[in-house]
């Protein structure tokens, strides 16, 4: 099984709509992160966690807003989807004291 | 702020032939490199790191050397395969003078790589 999981891995969503995107990990990790990939711009940080109590904005979180309901639990939801949030949604995780942070397999998001 | 920088591409090699991706960063601390690599269909996986200046890490027969005069991390392998088609990212984590972790990646656009057999 995998170590960190998204669902839904694809989603097509009208813009207005509200939706959530969640990621589970079963790997112990304290520390959880949403990223957005665009072609050409590599990963941007949407938001991170580094507790369950902890929750900071990354470079891009206008938008989008993030629940942690436990520590193996991080969800990212779009209030209000538009059209450029178009993009390929990945969550990571990662240990306290250990920089490598380990992915899931990606949320493919299509807003019209 | 923290940013990296990679090559532009896509780049396309013929079996066999020699792979190079070249990476510079800008970073205040002291920055942890890494590559990680996004296989068609599937999330990143981390292909290697190095933590401090004169590093060298290796993995699947790819390295790359932290060079701090020329903050580079360029990317290479001797042979490349059909299997290492995929997309490259090179990435950074800052510390502090402590060597503390700020716990977040500065990733670099990406680069594709082509092998043809």
């Known amino acids: 099984d995998a170590d960190v999981t998204q669902t839904p891995r694809n989603r097509i969503t009208k813009t207005g709509k509200r939706i959530m995107l969640e990621c589970s990990q079963t790997?112990?990790?304290?520390?959880m992160y949403w990223y957005r990939q665009d072609p050409g711009l590599g990963l941007r940080l949407i938001y991170y966690?580094?507790?369950?109590?902890?929750?900071n904005k990354g470079e891009i979180s206008d938008g989008y807003s993030v629940s942690r309901q436990a520590q193996a639990k991080f969800s990212l939801s779009l209030e209000s989807a538009i059209p450029n949030q178009t993009a390929l949604y990945f969550c990571?995780?990662?240990?306290?004291?250990?920089?490598?942070?380990?992915f899931g397999p990606g949320t493919r998001l299509l807003v019209l | 702020g923290n940013s990296v920088t990679q090559m532009e591409g896509p780049v396309t090699l013929s079996e066999e032939a020699f792979l190079t991706i070249n990476c510079t960063y800008t970073?205040?601390?002291?920055?942890?490199l890494f590559w990680y690599v996004q296989y068609p269909g599937e999330g990143l996986q981390l292909l290697l790191k190095?933590?401090?200046?004169?590093d060298k890490g290796s993995n699947k027969g790819f390295e790359a050397t932290y060079r701090k005069e020329t903050t580079s991390f360029h990317l290479e392998k001797g042979s490349v395969q059909v299997s290492d088609s995929a997309v490259y990212f090179c990435?950074?984590?800052?510390?502090?003078?402590?060597?503390?972790?700020?716990?977040?990646?500065?990733f670099g656009q990406g680069t594709i790589l082509t092998v043809h057999p």
């Open positions: 990571a995780t990662s240990t306290s004291g250990e920089e490598t942070q380990y």
């Open positions: 790997k112990g990790h304290d520390r």
């Open positions: 966690s580094f507790d369950v109590k902890d929750i």
């Open positions: 970073a205040t601390g002291y920055p942890s």
């Open positions: 190095a933590t401090k200046a004169d």
């Open positions: 990435a950074l984590s800052a510390s502090n003078a402590g060597g503390t972790s700020y716990g977040k990646l500065t």
